[in-house]
């Protein structure tokens, strides 16, 4: 199953629960689970403690983008072999949330794209690691910018136009009143930005972690996100700069291990 990019959304930070070890044949991986994305969380731990995973292959390798892994039809695979396959027998109602921020390391539910998955389910019969791209800082200026623009001039539209001709006045007969009276209106704005669903405001630990490490910002709201690496960063790194055939699968078999 391909990824869909998506849109961007207000982010914010996640709450950690269980762990689970990732190993793989090039280094192993801790993950914690989210708490705020129960359904995918619990499915997937069983699945991990199950041994569903286990023996099955990282199939699809992108560069800078993810690496995803734990197709049933990867297990014993013949090199070369075209693997990857998604099952409608392990779909999960999306949990979308605002907190959960595709960062690198995040781990992801992969889906079905399109008119056949309206409801965007989660084939949990596999999943994605997030490895993506820095961010620099103008680019994330530049996101806020284009999701908030649009939110402010409507509100200014509504708060500011009604008395835009006593403002004119003030500008030139009372600078003063006229200062305070923009500065108490643009605060009042940003008020509503912090509280308007819509809206896009990078805290400063998200911009660090985006900046620092990355991420792939343009599948939020697309994809469940239910968990990240806390240790073994390096090991998406290895992986995910393996040489990949047509198909995208690594021309070196990438095992998973769960026990």
């Known amino acids: 199953m391909k990824l869909l990019f998506g ?7 996640a709450t950690a629960g ?14 914690v689970l989210y708490e705020n994305t129960p359904r995918h969380a619990a499915y997937y731990k069983a699945r991990f403690q199950e041994g569903q995973y286990e023996g099955t292959l990282f199939t699809r390798v992108v560069k800078d983008f993810v690496i995803q892994g734990g197709a049933l039809d990867s297990r014993n695979a013949p ?3 075209r693997v990857g396959a998604g099952s409608r027998y392990h779909l999960l109602m999306p949990e979308f949330r605002k907190d959960n921020v595709p960062y690198k390391g995040v781990l992801g539910a992969p889906r079905e794209s399109g008119k056949n998955n309206p409801q965007k389910k989660s084939d949990a019969s596999q999943f994605f690691i997030v490895q993506g791209q820095r961010y620099t800082s103008g680019y994330l200026d530049s996101l806020e910018m284009t999701a908030n ?12 136009m009604p008395q835009k001709a006593v403002m004119d006045s ?14 108490a209106l643009k605060a009042e704005m940003n008020e509503m930005l912090a509280a308007h669903p819509d809206a896009l405001v990078f805290t400063e630990e998200q911009r660090r972690r985006l900046t620092t490490d990355g991420g792939a910002l343009h599948l939020m709201n697309e994809y469940t996100f239910f968990g990240e690496v806390v240790e073994g960063m390096q090991v998406i790194d290895a992986i995910g700069h393996l040489k990949t ?15």
């Open 245 to 259: 055939d047509a198909n995208e699968r690594p021309y070196t078999d990438v095992v998973i291990r769960t026990r």
């Open 79 to 81: 090199a070369g072999a």
């Open 170 to 183: 003030l500008k030139v007969n009372d600078p003063k009143t006229f200062n305070e009276r923009l500065r």
């Open 18 to 31: 269980d762990t689970l070890q990732l190993k793989t044949t090039l280094g192993d991986m801790r993950v």
């Open 149 to 160: 623009n649009p939110i402010k001039n409507a509100w200014w539209k509504e708060h500011y």
């Open 7 to 13: 849109l961007l959304l207000m982010v914010g930070f």
